[in-house]
């Protein structure tokens, strides 16, 4: 964006379209975001290029502020999904100027790695790396603002106030995690001297610290996935370590926006592959051994310990280890009395207080785990079908159930 206006010599303004009842959020999104939105402000205004913050639908706001500073040309972020995509769209239609939609959520282009909706990892993988040395780059820096007839110097919003009006103030904010760019900046630098070397060994142990911690920061910008993978590939560790890193923050996320960019049913069950609509379909009247409603599973009330431990993990964290989210949601399908109301609970729970939730990540593996989204068919059982099963047996192979339920649970 500094790019363009300073090559037409014209002043640059940064504007977020901020809205207090956006779906699935609550505080605990909103303080996260809000707190690292005030330090942007700061950040810009250190460059003399002003921070706006408008409030209201941004299809009906944005293109009324655009007039009014008789804007020549406004760029936004890529997001693959309904809202943000519906919003652009409505922009663009009544707006005047150009517009230009810039993909900064992956590090390739999400319309450049693939034209088409991939079937798994496996196929989109080589298409990233073909042409992922052309994009893996050093950022530009953001230079001060030094353009004559700067349009005004935006008066600051007050954050508290704004904080107060977010619709949903029912789920609290956590206090472990501290917004921002330069917290997210911490925490990338920490994890790559410190957990990085032994990531590909303890990453899938929820007992260990062994994740990165990183995708509240990726999925509210507070970090780009580009900066991550740029310190990642340059670290002092194994390539085992850095290639399954590597693995999840460019393969795994960029597979996860393809899904939800040529998939419109990424949310639903018409959205999973034919043959796991099908087998699900096949196992729709199968007997469940337990039904528990969405409350019971939302309070942890389960006969399952670990699963409880997950599920309150993430309502006093706001952040589930990744490899229960996958357990956690497949026991969902189990004890629900079909696949809609399973996938419908699974999201519900996910965006309500999960940090990272309402991402393509969260939807993808939501799939992955309910519908057998970038997976195959497996042996056939009760309930699943031929989507793959996870078990507490086999969870207690890889790891101390009992430490891990405990610790969250308090028993």
Excluded at 71 to 88: E, S, Y
Excluded at 96 to 104: A, N, P, Q, T
Excluded at 172 to 193: C, H, N, Q, S, Y
Aim: hydrophobic share 35%; net charge positive; glycine share 8%.
């Amino acid at each position: 964006a500094q790019h363009v206006a300073l090559q037409h010599r014209r002043p640059l303004v940064v504007v977020f379209c901020l809205v207090s009842d956006y779906p699935g959020a609550n505080l605990r999104h909103y303080g996260f975001m809000l707190k690292g939105l005030q330090e942007v402000e700061g950040n810009l205004l250190r460059r003399k290029i002003p921070f706006v913050l408008l409030e209201g639908d941004p299809a009906a706001t944005l293109p009324r502020y655009l007039e009014k500073m008789k804007a020549a040309c406004l760029l936004t972020d890529f997001d693959p999904l309904h809202v943000k995509r519906a919003w652009q769209k409505r922009v663009a239609a009544a707006m005047d100027g150009f517009f230009y939609l810039v993909d900064g959520h992956n590090i390739v282009p999400c319309w450049l790695t693939s034209p088409k909706l991939e079937y798994a990892a496996y196929t989109l993988r080589p298409k990233i790396k073909k042409i992922l040395p052309d994009f893996l780059t050093e950022f530009p820096s953001l230079k001060t603002h030094t353009v004559n007839g700067s349009p005004f110097a935006a008066p600051s919003p007050g954050w508290q106030e704004i904080g107060r009006r977010v619709a949903d103030q029912s789920v609290l904010e956590v206090d472990w995690l501290l917004p921002g760019e330069k917290a997210a900046g911490k925490a990338l630098t920490r994890f790559i001297g410190k957990k990085l070397p032994s990531y590909h060994e303890k990453r899938n142990d929820p007992n260990e610290d062994g994740q990165s911690d990183l995708s509240p920061y990726l999925h509210f910008g507070h970090i780009a996935p580009q900066r991550a993978a740029l310190l990642a590939s340059g670290a002092k560790a194994k390539s085992e370590a850095k290639e399954a890193f590597l693995e999840e923050l460019v393969t795994r996320r960029e597979l996860a926006d393809n899904f939800c960019y040529y998939n419109t049913n990424y949310d639903c069950f018409a959205g999973f592959p034919a043959w796991a609509q099908k087998t699900l379909n096949d196992h729709r009247d199968d007997r469940r051994e337990y039904l528990y409603s969405r409350e019971m599973l939302e309070h942890g009330k389960t006969h399952d310990p670990l699963w409880n431990g997950a599920q309150l993990q993430m309502v006093k964290r706001g952040k589930m280890h990744g490899y229960m989210r996958m357990y956690w949601a497949k026991k969902i399908l189990e004890w629900s009395p079909g696949p809609e109301e399973a996938l419908a609970t699974a999201i519900h729970l996910n965006d309500r207080y999960e940090l990272d939730g309402r991402d393509p990540n969260g939807y993808a593996g939501i799939a992955w785990s309910i519908g057998g989204v970038h997976d195959r068919a497996w042996p056939e059982r009760a309930v699943y079908g031929k989507i793959r099963y996870m078990s507490y047996n086999g969870c207690r192979r890889k790891f101390d159930v009992n430490r891990y339920s405990t610790r969250w649970t308090g028993h």
